[in-house]
């Protein structure tokens, strides 16, 4: 299902929820429409958003979950979405909510989804290993150009501001935003994909090495 306005279109969802035991409130069910806060963002971000407190647990049932929370009771909840991937993605993001309570700590350095399915880009900024290597990458090519004014050539004052930025710009995000990154949840990913095999589940997207 999906609505537009005068921005342009937009998928949207329906989450159900229907509880069997409920915490200060009547056990009557909900029906709500989500939809993604900003453009770019995806709608199952937006549910996981909404229902994460919940601590949903996947069932045999593709978008079908249970819920068991001292805030919220128990019950299930059908989310209604449009698309194979988008509902594809959605188990996958429970499955991943599912590891990060057995292993007591949420997925560190976490990289939101990017509307539209972009395989080839999440997988690399996801791999913690490719994440250090992209990021050394672009350190090295950020370290060329502040090389080439310290060493090499010596430049008018706008070009070496501009490239004394450019080169400053690649090394801060290349080292911070991947290297440190990639380090920092490589620990983690290594136990995710450790409990998933003894689980003898299909490994999550955000955990295969290749796609």
Known sequence: MSVKNSKGSYSVAKVGIFPTAA?????????TEVKPEKRGHTVPDAIMKMIRPMHP???????????????HGT???V?????????????????????ERV?????????????????SIRLQVRNPYIQV?????????????LYSILFVQSMDMASTIGF?????????????????RGAYRLRW???????????????PFDLKVLG
Not at 59 to 69: L, M, N
Not at 133 to 145: D, E, K, N, Q, T
């Open 23 to 31: 915490v200060g409130s009547a056990l009557e069910p909900l029906e």
């Open 57 to 71: 647990s996947r069932t045999k049932k593709s978008c079908v979950y249970t819920y068991d929370s001292p805030d």
């Open 75 to 77: 019950g299930k909840i």
């Open 79 to 99: 989310v209604t979405i449009s698309g194979w991937l988008d509902r594809e993605r959605m188990d996958e993001k429970i499955q991943m909510l599912e590891i």
């Open 103 to 119: 292993l007591g700590r949420s997925e560190p350095g976490k990289v939101s989804d990017t509307a539209g399915r972009m395989y």
């Open 133 to 145: 290597l992209f990021g050394s990458l672009a350190v090295f090519v950020g370290g060329m150009p």
């Open 164 to 180: 004394f930025a450019l080169g400053a710009i690649l090394i801060l995000l290349g080292f911070f935003g991947l290297v440190c």
């Open 189 to 203: 990913w290594h136990r995710a994909r450790a409990e998933v095999k003894r689980r003898g589940d299909t490994m």
